[in-house]
T-cell receptor, first 118, second 114 residues
Framework: GAVVSQHPSWVICKSGTSVKIECRSLDFQATTMFWYRQFPKQSLMLMATSNEGSKATYEQGVEKDKFLINHASLTLSTLTVTSAHPEDSSFYIC??????????????FGQGTRLTVV | AQSVTQPDIHITVSEGASLELRCNYSYGATPYLFWYVQSPGQGLQLLLKYFSGDTLVQGIKGFEAEFKRSQSSFNLRKPSVHWSDAAEYFCAVGAYNQGGKLIFGQGTELSVKP
């Protein structure tokens, strides 16, 4: 299957600073990527849909000014957590839609980023 | 409303025993269904998926799932569980026109007794 790489795997930052997480599709071009958030012992919640060359679409309740998404190329989407606070500590996972997949629905997940804000 | 329900938060089975994890969905469009497994601190690994055709789907690691439209279910099964199967399992649903946007169930944590 297609490969999606997420970096970094884990990051610790001080409260008030910003953190950037990268999501790359390594062997296919992804016009659409998705960012999910997972709290401990909970499910994945979709935060936003990242579209190459256009603004991201955020889910209800997600602060777009706090979670900045940039999808500047067909293989890279970035999520920047701005002015991070301890409550932003979470596991962030991206997925990339493989346009070659059946039904326009095949998506592949990165390995996730564990963010800890201290 | 679109939703996925995994009724069992935690299941414990003995090694070698059979396993069934339940998943029910509510979805307005034709559903595309997935099962993922997640080890602690790790990303998601796709076990199997159903798009159309044969309603019994075979996946990796000896897992299978059966799509039952009348029951809006997509239960995951394995005839003989191995200790390495202990992990969190997520059922997810998407649709043809949603381009990979998935709704996940709450997850079922599987423990395996020796």
């Amino acid at each position: 299957g297609a490969v999606v790489s997420q970096h970094p795997s884990w990051v610790i930052c001080k409260s008030g600073t910003s953190v950037k997480i990268e999501c790359r599709s390594l062997d296919f071009q992804a016009t659409t990527m998705f960012w999910y958030r997972q709290f401990p012992k909970q499910s994945l919640m979709l935060m936003a849909t990242s579209n190459e060359g256009s603004k991201a679409t955020y889910e209800q309740g997600v602060e777009k000014d706090k979670f900045l998404i940039n999808h500047a190329s067909l293989t890279l989407s970035t999520l920047t957590v701005t002015s991070a606070h301890p409550e932003d500590s979470s596991f962030y996972i991206c997925s990339a839609r493989d346009p070659r997949g059946k039904g326009n629905t095949e998506a592949f997940f990165g390995q996730g980023t564990r963010l800890t804000v201290v | 409303a679109q939703s996925v329900t995994q009724p069992d938060i935690h299941i414990t089975v003995s090694e070698g025993a059979s396993l069934e994890l339940r998943c029910n969905y509510s979805y307005g469009a034709t559903p595309y269904l997935f099962w993922y497994v997640q080890s602690p601190g790790q990303g998601l690994q796709l076990l199997l998926k159903y798009f159309s055709g044969d309603t019994l789907v075979q996946g990796i690691k000896g897992f299978e799932a059966e799509f039952k439209r009348s029951q809006s279910s997509f239960n995951l099964r394995k005839p003989s569980v191995h200790w390495s199967d202990a992990a969190e399992y997520f059922c997810a649903v998407g649709a043809y026109n949603q381009g990979g946007k998935l709704i996940f169930g709450q997850g079922t944590e599987l423990s395996v007794k020796p």
